[in-house]
């Protein structure tokens, strides 16, 4: 898969070094993947969520550092695609705010 906006994984981690190591897992795994649907996803990352956002889209959401930070993509599994929407700490997560900003 390709990630788009790969950056904002890497300024996260700048800001957040407990959750570096986890983050360049994730890239590293997604990178590899071959993922046609959210089956396959699981496969790997078995605690993947999709969620509903303000737009009526859905988007996929990563725990990441043993559920204390959430990464929230789009996949486009047609072209292989992973966009980077948001990196939150769980308790920016949590307060829900950001599923009207997407």
Known sequence: MRIITKR????????????AANLNVWITVA?????????????VLP????????????????NIAGNHHRLITAIHYNTRSIFILKIL?????????WKNDL
């Open 8 to 19: 904002r994984i890497l300024d996260y981690a700048k800001q957040h070094p407990n959750a």
């Open 31 to 43: 990178s590899a993947a071959k993922w046609q649907s959210i089956a396959d996803v699981r496969k």
């Open 47 to 62: 605690h993947a969520d999709l969620a509903t956002v303000g737009s009526s889209k859905t988007v996929t959401i990563f």
């Open 89 to 97: 700490t769980h308790a920016d997560y949590s307060k829900d705010r």
